[in-house]
């Protein structure tokens, strides 16, 4: 399988065409680097020998060719580029011998005005910073860099990382001259437990100032979050449907991964995927006639909607019923991407969805602790705290933890207004239970898990818990009883093994399905993770990868089984898949492309210093990406379009600029450190200097290119084996 699929990656002319744009893309960003340093030191009379993007390694190169003096050509190690001028050598151990090579012809290689001069060329990709001027010039080629002026050297030092910047400016400006279709900083789902749901942010939310500033796109929030200034939380000013003014709301994230997040999803429209509009199997996949890529949907059982949070809703409060689905067509019959085509462009076609049922196993997991409690709802009214486990609820016991949530929106739109269900609690330090009456709420909403360890909440209450791995109750002629697990048997290692490839095909929206890359397993280590069962049933719900669950146990047993629909459980998604909401930003004037533009290259810029602030404090080191990731986050990037790939090339040229001025020996700030050294001493550092802190820059560097290097190869082999077998 997998050789058909990089088989078929080769003969896609889209796939060839989108990996020639990022090969070109990222070359340009490397390009304009080494043009700076060259053009530079052409003008400044620096004979400039070799010319190269990518590294010639023991001499190996892909193509070469003289003009002039210098010679221009392409390594093969695509990691950057260098400019080689006389007097400057990348290698520490051949500084010397380049220096004496740098030497007019006239000069002794020994003797008192060769022992007096300095050795401290460059050790970077351009330049060397370690000779002195005035009388100790004279010694030195006029041709070669070290017989240059401390400004000119510097010119020539700074003018790869000015060229980055203009080049970031550049491309960020013709993005928006094309326009580009930015995400909404708002809601579009919330993680149960996660600092965002404790808050009380809703779906449909839409985030208009953090902190006091005007925000409008999704990663404004992203980047306020994670590298911004978290200490006290992240105040934010929100708009929320229904409401008549908006809203002020603390949110203080929380760090569970490589940098902190506050557990929110981008938001969402009524308009369907434009590439996958519903989930092959799913109630909306097996619809007749069949959802189309783009269609809006604009009613539901005869009530208008106009934006997700409104088809949120219904689906929340409808699960169990067969929903009259109306969607507008594309007047043009292809995609209506969100913001594209106006709401009435074309024909309205009403479509039945029946309900999903609940997929299960016939078994249930055993209920863990509270670990959230949300602001402002019943459970935090009386007195409910995280830590707390619900034994039972009314005088019986709790349960299927997973089946609680809808077991308490059903009793809460039943009852009368008000009605209240006593929880009996086991509290740590207790010696008896707990008992607390709590108010159930008419949620109008649903949460689902989305990560491994999330846990599942119930709106209802406002509680959130852990569904922990060991076995409470099996069902008798279930699935999970036909298989042979018993009650106390502990779950260790849970897999989903989908469909066969022709069975998906067979399915309506299955070619996209696949042709998309969509997931071709899923599993969970229920050992490293015990909170992971309630992502691995929300999973299980995907038709796709339902076709048999594999479970491994604590005592070295394993067991098969198929899922099962209950009929009397039923779940508010039923397949759709949702555009991102999206607003058009430049395309208009030139003056607004450049302001846009360099605002752009400016967040860039900075988000890149705010990054390396945080780091080891506030964000992991694993949060790097190396080559792999770049390539592959160009690769989406270009997919999406021409401008949304030159604004990727923004950051990554923003990016290369800051992190090359760095004061780090062997980048460009390092030499400039030694420039600025020199002439405010009037004398280079000393040769042993020079040379340590050259040697300690280079390890610092190769080190961390094989950290990233190793972050991308496990990173991405476990998701290529996961797709391909």
Known sequence: MGVCLIASAWSDPVWIWNVLKVVIGLGMVIFVHELGHFLVAKLCGVKCEKFYLGFDIAGLKLWKFQWGETEYGIGVLPLGGYVKMLGQEDNPSRIREET???????????????????????????????????????????????????????????????????????????????????????????????????????????????????????????????????????????????????????????????YPTIGVLPPLTPVLDTRLPALPGSPAGQAQPPFLPGDRIVAIEDQPVSHYAEVHRVLALRPERPLRVTVQRAATGGPNRAGREPPGAGERVTIAVQAANVLQLGMSMTMGAITAIQSGSPAESAGVLPGDTITHVDGRPVGDPLALPEHLRVHAWQSPLGTAVALRLKRPGEANSIEAMVKLRRADWYETPILPGNPISVPALGIAYEVLNPVSAVAPDGPAARAGIRPGDVVVKAKLIPLGEEAIRRLAHGDEYLDLGGKRSFSVDLAKEPNGWPVFFETMQNPVLSGTVELTLADGRSASMQPMADPTWFHPERGFSFEPKTFFSGGQSLALAMRLGARETIDAMTLVYRFLGKLGTQVSPTAFGGPISIFDMAYRFASQGFADLLLFLTIIGANLAVINFLPIPVLDGGHMVFLAYEGVTGKPPSEKVHLTLTYLGLTFILGLMLWVLGLDVVRYASSLFERLF
């Open 100 to 258: 004496q090579r740098a030497r007019k012809k006239d000069q002794p290689e020994d003797g008192s005005r060769a022992a007096e001069t300095p050795v401290s060329a460059a050790a970077g990709e351009t330049t060397g910073d370690a000779e002195s001027h005035g009388d100790e010039s004279a010694v030195f080629d006029p041709r070669s860099y070290l017989a240059q002026s401390v400004p000119k050297r510097m010119a020539i030092i700074s003018a790869g990382v000015v060229m980055n910047v203009v080049f970031a400016l550049l491309t960020a400006v013709g993005a928006y001259w094309l326009g580009i279709y930015e995400v909404e900083c708002g809601v579009g789902a919330v993680i149960p437990g996660a600092p965002a749901w404790q808050a009380n942010l809703k779906v449909g939310d839409r985030i208009t100032e953090i902190r006091g500033s005007p925000v409008d796109r999704y990663k404004d929030l992203r980047a306020a979050v994670s590298v911004g200034d978290i200490q006290g939380g992240v105040t934010m000013r929100v708009e929320r449907p229904g409401e008549p003014e908006p809203i002020s709301v603390t949110v203080h994230p929380k760090k569970t991964g490589p």
